[in-house]
């Protein structure tokens, strides 16, 4: 149960949403799936006296726009598995999806683009997301701009999001992409300690880290020659700068496994290779 009093409001437009979360700056918040934010209001920690209902302007589409996939803000994990073109064109969104922690009921309710914009280091998809080349279109006073993923987090639970921003869709280019992933957490139930995506695409390779620091990490590899498992650690090892630490694991811990990690994607994306 929520204590504090609240004001509800449901925009049917970018611009309204806008001129909301300008004119409460500082006390709103934005509603997607709710699966971070109702907790955190009824847990009382988080208090603010507007909310900001996302679902009166749609944003639940998955469609193409000329050679990009456009994924709505209010896009559930539901939504992702059951659509047939993120299988056909993006089945690595789908995979990552499919091991969300918090079984059938999170995935009916929470929405991928809403964890990114909470920004949980812990969390799936930021670090897919950015592994994988998205870009945020993020509506503001100014109209709309589109953030790379890999930019878009500048700290845990922070995001490039200023007064009056929120996200309306996370965009994809639909190329040919070879890919592997690799997820480590306690047990079934729990947050990840350290996620793995490796994305190759044309002449660009990296694997992309989720949860080994504040915000994702991507290290650069080679894209036409297979890389050993040494020089792999090596090479995200030397990324390293500041392990984040909480109650699942301490940060040392998470760059210890972290090579590891990274290097199961890699080999999994090498058998999987087209």
Known sequence: MIRTPLQYHRPATAEETTALLLEHDGDVAVLGGGSQLLPQLTRGELTVSHVVDLRGMGLCDIA??????????????????RSALVGDQIPHLARVARGVTGGRQLHNAATPVGAVCFGMPGTDMPAAFAGLGARYRVHGPTGTREVPAAQFHVDAYRTVLGPGEFVEAAVLAATPRVTGYCKVKHSAGSWPIVTATYCRDGESAAVTLGGLQAVPLRVPLPSRAEVGEAELRDRVDAAVTEPWSDVLAPGRYRARIAGTVAHRAYRESWENRT
């Open 64 to 81: 193409t726009e000329g050679p990009d996939i456009v994924i709505g803000a209010l896009i559930s994990y539901r939504d992702l598995l």
